[in-house]
């Protein structure tokens, strides 16, 4: 699976749009790009997942570049509810595969 | 009704015992997971289950060994357990290679303590 690349850390004012990058260079055509979040202390939850078109639901927006290479999950008015690790993770869809977690986006929130 | 849960929350126990930690999910998915979360937070794949059948298995010590007894339950018991065993385990589960979607659901975690 291709390697990711995220910022450590970043801070967000609560109502506010939160956009995460994610570089992924070396992404190969059949890998998609998923995007979880993990609560502090709680189990890592599904955000949203995209191929190469964008993709909207009812948590977050991705943005994937034309060249697949970099995407942004946008959280259009973040809360401090939000305040999790995000992490970006490219994978063959449909393969069965377990997912490998990286160091992901610390995101903190503020009032 | 929790989708998929693991027991005990909390293990606190002595280096050399044998645990297990128990996971159940009523998704009604084919494949089951173990992953580990250390504490510099990393979390990493330790094995996958489809349908009761092994399909992931990392390089985990052989005191690790994982039973699934049927397609809603991965349990994992741990034999002479070590201070490195400390962690967060997270017990998940997905469709199933078939229909994957890379839509994994996750338990809440199950804190080993290795004293």
């Known amino acids: 699976d291709a390697k990711t690349t995220q910022p450590t850390s970043m801070d967000c004012a609560e109502g506010r749009a939160a956009n995460l990058p994610c570089n992924h260079s070396t992404i190969s055509g059949n890998e998609y790009v998923y995007w979880y979040r993990q609560i502090h202390s709680q189990g890592p939850q599904y955000i949203i997942h995209g191929l190469k078109n964008n993709e909207t639901n009812e948590m977050a927006s991705l943005i994937i570049t034309e060249d697949r290479k970099s995407s942004t999950l946008i959280l259009p008015h973040a809360t401090l509810r939000d305040t999790a690790v995000y992490y970006c993770?490219?994978?063959?869809?449909?393969?069965?595969?377990?997912?490998?977690f990286g160091k992901g986006t610390s995101l903190l929130v503020t009032p | 009704d929790t989708a998929v849960s693991q027991t005990p929350k909390y293990l606190v126990t002595q280096m050399g015992n044998d645990k297990s930690i128990k996971c159940e999910q009523n998704?009604?998915?084919?494949?089951m997971y173990w992953y580990k979360q250390d504490s510099k937070k990393f979390l990493k794949i330790m094995f996958s289950?489809?349908?009761?059948?092994?399909?992931i298995n990392e390089t985990v010590p052989n005191r690790f060994s994982p039973k699934s007894p049927d397609k809603a339950h991965l349990n994992l018991h741990i034999n002479s357990l070590e201070l490195g065993d400390s962690a967060v385990y997270f017990c998940a589960s997905s469709r199933g290679v078939a229909g994957d979607t890379g839509e994994l659901f996750f338990g809440e975690g199950s804190r080993l303590t290795v004293l």
């Open positions: 998704l009604g998915h084919d494949t």
């Open positions: 289950y489809n349908n009761k059948e092994l399909i």
């Open positions: 993770i490219v994978r063959v869809g449909n393969s069965g595969y377990a997912l490998n």
